[in-house]
């Protein structure tokens, strides 16, 4: 049965849910508030969102746009190496290698799988109010108006309009750190794909495609800090004495492809649907970057959404409840995982943070393995019966 829906949103989370949901033979409206066409940072594909972009038809086209790597290296500032697993390794346990993109391409790909007409950017959604059988979206922006849909899906990010509707106010705080994310015209050595640790900061640091390099820090600091010469300069004065590839790989990031966010908590969501209303992504299950899954997570509700709404779920208010039953157990341990990793790597004083940080070399290899296969493997993607 087609179903007309509306998605507010188009993140990673919107567009892949709206691109899903056509493929399932719905008619698909997303509404946006920004008119953004900046190339963003990167994002990492772990094998669990490629398996569920898989569902979807476009896992093929997102592995061909961005650079295949297994990762998993951790090393302290220094140099010298907390945790180095081979290529072949990470691979067996994972299914596949992760896969690197430019965020601008991942959502051309994701926005190209929509039929024309379907995106409509400059409207900000006001309201989501349930009428009978139908829920009407209220909107601003370019124009004033309102559409009346058979379901609503809200992937609005963490600060969620539609979340709001179905909680209640969900208070946010800062989480005590910043993040700074960037791409570097450097070819890194893939054999440093992975992390350096310092006492109380982080660099990620992983090939995106032959001549590219995406690249992450985190730093505990005030809300709001300014860095007076500019971000860039600070992280090159902050990590001067670390150890190559990360002072390279600074001095080969432009200033204006460098992105800071101060990182904000907010408990994941009570509600999740009511009727034909429903959250997903950052929306639903906000969680710190640490694990690499927050985009992750998005694609895999995206694919299990659709897939419930077709067959014998005609009833979208069961197919949506369903839906935040089977997803809230997978997520749940994720979201608190990514807080307690950011809270050791951002321990204070900072001494703590690096004393934790190093002991994780005393973690056997293959436990390891076995862990980040139960989080961002192939099989760790469970798609509905």
Avoid: K
């Avoid at 209220?138 to 990010?157: K, P, Q």
């Avoid at 004495?241 to 990031?253: F, H, K, N, Q, V």
């Avoid at 997903?280 to 694919?303: F, I, K, N, T």
């Avoid at 190093?358 to 961002?376: D, G, M, Q, W, Y």
């Amino acid at each position: 049965m087609t179903h007309r829906i509306v998605v507010v949103g188009a993140g990673i989370a919107g567009l892949a849910t709206a691109a899903a949901l056509q493929g399932r033979g719905h008619s698909v409206t997303v509404l946006e508030q920004r008119d953004d066409a900046s190339p963003g940072a990167g994002i990492s594909i772990w094998p669990n969102a490629l398996a569920a972009l898989d569902r979807v038809g476009l896992g093929d086209a997102v592995r061909s746009a961005g650079g295949a790597i297994s990762a998993g290296a951790l090393r302290w500032h220094d140099g010298s190496w907390l945790r180095h697993p081979s290529a072949e390794r990470m691979v067996r346990a994972l299914g596949e290698p992760l896969v690197v993109v430019r965020r601008a391409a991942l959502r051309d790909i994701l926005a190209g799988a929509l039929a024309p007409g379907t995106l409509r950017y400059g409207l900000t959604a006001t309201a989501v109010v349930p009428t009978g059988d139908t829920v009407r979206v209220a909107f601003t922006g370019l124009r004033t108006g309102a559409l009346e849909a058979d379901a609503v899906v809200g992937a609005d990010g963490t600060h969620s309009l539609v979340a709001r509707m179905l909680n209640g106010p969900l208070a946010s705080r800062y989480a005590g750190y910043t993040a700074w994310r960037g791409v570097a015209d450097f070819r890194l050595d893939p054999d440093v794909a992975g992390e350096t640790l310092g006492a109380g900061l982080e660099v990620g640091h992983v090939p995106m495609g032959a001549d590219r390099t995406y690249w992450f820090a985190t730093e505990r600091l005030p809300e709001g800090h300014c860095c007076a010469d500019g971000e860039l300069a600070y992280l090159m004065s902050r990590l001067a004495r670390w150890a190559d590839p990360i002072p390279a790989i600074l001095a080969a990031t432009r200033p204006q492809d460098v992105l800071r966010n101060d990182l904000y908590d907010r408990a994941p969501a009570r509600r999740w649907t009511r009727g034909r209303v429903v959250i997903v992504g950052d929306a639903a299950h906000p969680m710190r970057p640490h694990l690499g899954q927050g985009g992750c997570q998005g694609l895999e509700d995206a694919a299990i959404l659709a897939a419930l709404t077709v067959g014998g779920e005609t009833d979208l208010s069961s197919a949506f409840a369903r839906f935040a039953d089977f997803r809230r157990r997978r997520v749940r341990a994720l979201v608190l995982e990514s807080r307690t990793v950011g809270r050791v790597v951002n321990m204070r004083p900072a001494v703590l943070s690096g004393l934790a940080s190093r002991a994780t070399a005393l973690i056997p290899e293959a436990v390891l393995a076995r862990h980040l296969a139960s989080i961002a493997g192939r099989g760790a993607f469970t798609p509905v019966r």
